[in-house]
């Protein structure tokens, strides 16, 4: 079974430029997450949707971060325009529905680096 | 809110010796806990969970938690510890809304 796929793997940009990370979870999870890991800390939900719907983005920074999910499969994640505290690990995350009673499974991430 | 707390941001063990990673838990109802690995430039990955059915899961590569409601712990154990243990673990509570909430990660270091 394909696991979730993320990319790129790596990313360095300039503060106030945007940027666009892709993820393709694993065929048939409805549920899919994007997730922040700043270094040396957890990490942090920023949206989770069921199917292609929002179910929670409160931690979304709206002013600059955005994402959708069309038709319910692929997912994107924008920043625009990044700062330096955008720096961190974005991980994409899916699961047949819901983390609570089915696995949710994690991409291997895209590291930002905003100089 | 629900939210776990780790306890310990490192900790080291020599090969063969037992692992402890602590993680307490805050939920003003029964909670879903979770232990989640991760190796270095690699997502994470599933240990173990706990969701009511036994107070001792058993997970992968040897690894065990306990579920105390009166100390509101969920400690992860390996009663000996190999040199491929060496990475990050993360304790995690879900709520109702079905999203993962994380601790901040303990790395564990083992030596040989």
């Known amino acids: 079974e394909a696991g979730v796929a993320q990319s790129p793997r790596y990313k360095i940009i300039e503060k106030r430029q945007s940027v666009a990370f892709w993820c393709n979870p694993i065929?048939?999870?409805?549920?899919l997450y994007w997730y922040q890991q700043i270094l040396g800390q957890g990490p942090k939900l920023l949206i989770q949707?069921?199917?292609?719907?929002?179910?929670?983005d409160s931690q979304l920074p709206k002013d600059r971060f955005s994402a959708e999910r069309l038709k319910g499969v692929d997912s994107t994640l924008k920043i625009q325009p990044a700062k330096l505290e955008d720096s961190a690990v974005y991980l994409c995350?899916?699961?047949?529905?819901?983390?609570?009673?089915?696995?949710?499974?994690f991409g291997q991430g895209t590291r930002l680096t905003v100089v | 809110a629900q939210s776990v707390t780790q306890l310990g941001s490192h900790v080291s063990v020599s090969e063969g010796a037992l692992v402890l990673l602590r993680c307490n838990y805050s939920?003003?109802?029964?909670?879903?806990l979770f232990w989640y690995v991760q190796y270095p430039n690699q997502g994470l990955q599933l240990l173990l969970k706990?969701?009511?059915?036994?107070?001792l899961v058993k997970g992968i590569n040897g690894f065990e938690a306990e579920f105390k409601k009166s100390e509101t712990s969920f400690h992860l154990t390996k009663p000996s510890a190999h040199m491929s243990d060496a990475a990050e673990y993360f304790c995690?509570?879900?709520?109702?809304?079905?999203?993962?909430?994380f601790g901040t990660g303990t790395r564990l270091q083992v030596f040989p």
């Open positions: 939920s003003s109802v029964p909670p879903y």
């Open positions: 995350a899916s699961s047949l529905a819901g983390a609570t009673n089915t696995e949710a499974f």
């Open positions: 706990y969701t009511s059915a036994a107070t």
């Open positions: 949707f069921q199917n292609n719907g929002v179910v929670d």
């Open positions: 995690a509570v879900s709520d109702d809304t079905d999203k993962l909430i």
């Open positions: 065929s048939g999870h409805a549920t």
